[in-house]
């Protein structure tokens, strides 16, 4: 990984995620590397840690 990443909060919604990251167990092995995503910020997700737009439906608001 050598571009930076870029973490956006969305306005009432998910947390963006711009660039490549690495997913890590406890042992700091990769279990996944992944490109450009959203993670659910509401916890109303049903893919978390990954959001699936649930938080129009639930009525999700920052605070």
């Known amino acids: 990984m050598t571009d930076r990443v870029k973490i956006q909060l969305k306005p009432n919604g998910s947390i963006r995620v711009t660039g490549e990251v690495d997913f890590v167990d406890s042992d700091g092995n990769v279990l996944e590397t992944k490109a450009n995503f ?6 109303h997700s049903a893919t978390k840690p990954f959001c ?8 999700f608001t920052a605070e």
Do not use: E, T, Y
Request: with cysteine; net charge positive; proline share 0%.
């Open 52 to 59: 699936d737009g649930a938080h129009r439906a639930a009525g």
């Open 38 to 43: 959203s993670l659910c910020r509401c916890g």
